[in-house]
C-alpha cells in the first residue's frame, strides 16, 4: 500500500507521543506533585492534608497536567493498534482488545489526575476526606494494572505468536521485554492490601520496580515504533 | 544425543531456544534474587518471626512439590531428547507426563494454600511473603502448564520447531530451579 508523506509523519507522532506521555505525566506527578517516591499508605489523614495543602497550588497544576497527559497517550496508542493490525494481518482480536485497553488506559490516566484535583480543589475539606481523595489516586495510578495489563500481553503476543520469524512486525525481544513488564507488575495488586514494606505503594515491589519500567519501557517503545515505521510501513511499491 | 552431536553444537555456540527469550529467563531471576534479597534481609531483621512462621507450614508438601518439579524436569529434558531424535510419539508423552506432574504440582499447592488460608494467622508479615513468593512462582507454573500442553500436542506433527522446544524447556527448568531456592529459603531456613 502505498502511503503518502504525510501519513508517514502522523505515525512517526504517534512514536514520539510515546515518550511525550511520560514527560508530560511525569511532569505532573514528580516536578509539580512531588509524588516521587509518594508518601506512606500508613501516613495518617492529618499527614496527608498536611501535604496537599502545603503544596496545593503545585499539586492542582500537577493534576491538570496528568489529566492534559491523556490526550498525548492517544496517538501513541492508535500507532500501536495499527502496528498490531499489521502483525495480525488485518484486525483481528488483538487489534481489538489492544483498542480496548487503549481506551481503558487513557480513563484510567485521566481520573489519576482528576482524584488529585479532587483532594486539592477545596482548601476547607477535612483531612479525612483529602486522605479519600488522595487514596483514589493512589491506588488507581498504582493498582490499576487491570485497566493497562493486557496492552503488554496483546504486545506479547502479536510479537511472539502471530507472525513467523523472518520479517517479525514487531521484534522478537520486544515481546520477551513486554511480557517481562507484564509478569513484574502483578505484584502490584498487592497494594490494595498492604500499607507497609515493599509490596505497599512506596515500596520497592510496589512503586520502584514498576517505576523504573515505566519510565524505561515508553521511550524503548518510541525507539522500537520508529524503527517498525520504517520497516512496515514505509513501502511504496 | 550423541556425544558428536553434543561437541559439533557447543562448538557453533548453540543457544538453547532463541536468544531473545533469555533475557526474558534472566530478567525473571534478577527480579527473583531481588526478592530473595529482600525476604533474606527481613528475616535477618525478625528471625522469631520467620522460626514461628516455618512451624506453620508443612516441609513434606514442599519436599514433595521439589520432587514433583525435579521429575517433570527430567521428563521435559527427555521429550527434548526425543524431538532431536524425530521421536514425535515418545516426545509427546514426555511432555504430557511433565505436564502431569506440573499439575499436581498445582494441586498440591492448593491444598496447602487452602489449610493456610483456613487456619493460620494470615496477616503476619511472614505469611505476606509466603503467599507473595509462591504465588508469583505458581502464576510461572501456569504458563509453563499451558507451553507444556502445546508441545504434547505438537510433538507429534512433523518437523516440529527444535526452538520452541528448547525454549519451553529452558524457562521451565528456571521454574524448577526457582522451586528449589523458595523451598529452601521458605520451608527450610
Known amino acids: 500500500m502505498t502511503r503518502s508523506p ?13 515518550t511525550v506521555f511520560p514527560l508530560v505525566f511525569g511532569a505532573g506527578w514528580l516536578l509539580l506533585g512531588h509524588f516521587f517516591p509518594p508518601f506512606s499508605p500508613a501516613d495518617g489523614p492529618e499527614e ?15 493534576s491538570v497536567a496528568i489529566m492534559v497527559s491523556t490526550m498525548v497517550l492517544a496517538p501513541a496508542g492508535a500507532l500501536l493498534v495499527l502496528i498490531v493490525r499489521k502483525a495480525e494481518s488485518g484486525v483481528g482480536i488483538l487489534t481489538v482488545i489492544l483498542g480496548l485497553t487503549v481506551a481503558t488506559t487513557m480513563v484510567l490516566t485521566f481520573y489519576t489526575g482528576f482524584s488529585l484535583a479532587l483532594a486539592t480543589f477545596r482548601a476547607g475539606r477535612g483531612p479525612a476526606l483529602i486522605q479519600y481523595a488522595s487514596d483514589s489516586a493512589f491506588l488507581q495510578f ?8 493486557l496492552l503488554w500481553i496483546v504486545v506479547a503476543c502479536a510479537s511472539l505468536v502471530t507472525r513467523s520469524r523472518e520479517n517479525p512486525v514487531i521484534p522478537r525481544w520486544f515481546g520477551y521485554v513486554s511480557l517481562w513488564a507484564a509478569i513484574l507488575y502483578i505484584p502490584e495488586l498487592l497494594v490494595f492490601f498492604l500499607k507497609q514494606g515493599p509490596f505497599a505503594w512506596d515500596g520497592l515491589v510496589g512503586f520502584w520496580i514498576p517505576a523504573v519500567i515505566f519510565i524505561v519501557y515508553f521511550p524503548l517503545a518510541t525507539a522500537v515504533s520508529l524503527g517498525i515505521i520504517r520497516r512496515h510501513f514505509e513501502d511504496t511499491r | 544425543m550423541s556425544e558428536e552431536t553434543l561437541v559439533r553444537r557447543r562448538r557453533g555456540g548453540h543457544v538453547p531456544g532463541e536468544p531473545e527469550l533469555w533475557m526474558l529467563i534472566l530478567d525473571d531471576l534478577v527480579v527473583f534474587g531481588v526478592f530473595f534479597g529482600v525476604r533474606g534481609r527481613n528475616h535477618a531483621a525478625q528471625p522469631e518471626l520467620f522460626a514461628w512462621g516455618r512451624q506453620h507450614l508443612d516441609t513434606t508438601t514442599g519436599l514433595a512439590n521439589t520432587l514433583i518439579l525435579l521429575t517433570s524436569s527430567f521428563a521435559v529434558a527427555r521429550g527434548l531428547e526425543h524431538i532431536r531424535a524425530d521421536d514425535g510419539r515418545r516426545a509427546a508423552r514426555a511432555y504430557g507426563a511433565a505436564a502431569v506432574l506440573g499439575g499436581a504440582f498445582v494441586v498440591l499447592k492448593a ?56 525454549g519451553v524447556g529452558v524457562y521451565w527448568h528456571m521454574v524448577d530451579v526457582l522451586w528449589i531456592v523458595l523451598f529452601y529459603l521458605v520451608y527450610l531456613v
Do not use: C, K, N
Open chain 1, 6 to 18: 504525510h501519513t508517514t509523519a502522523l505515525l512517526r507522532v504517534g512514536a514520539w507521543s510515546a
Open chain 1, 48 to 62: 496527608i492534608a498536611r501535604q496537599f495543602l502545603d503544596r496545593r497550588t503545585p499539586i492542582m497544576l500537577g
Open chain 1, 142 to 149: 498504582i493498582g490499576g494494572i487491570p485497566m493497562f495489563w
Open chain 2, 111 to 166: 491444598i496447602e494454600y487452602s489449610a493456610h488460608l483456613a487456619g493460620t494467622p494470615l496477616g503476619t508479615e511472614f505469611f505476606v511473603y509466603y503467599f507473595v513468593f509462591t504465588g508469583i512462582h505458581l502464576v510461572h507454573v501456569l504458563v509453563g502448564l499451558g507451553a507444556l500442553a502445546v508441545l504434547a500436542r505438537r510433538a507429534p506433527r512433523p518437523q516440529p520447531s527444535v526452538a520452541l522446544f528448547e
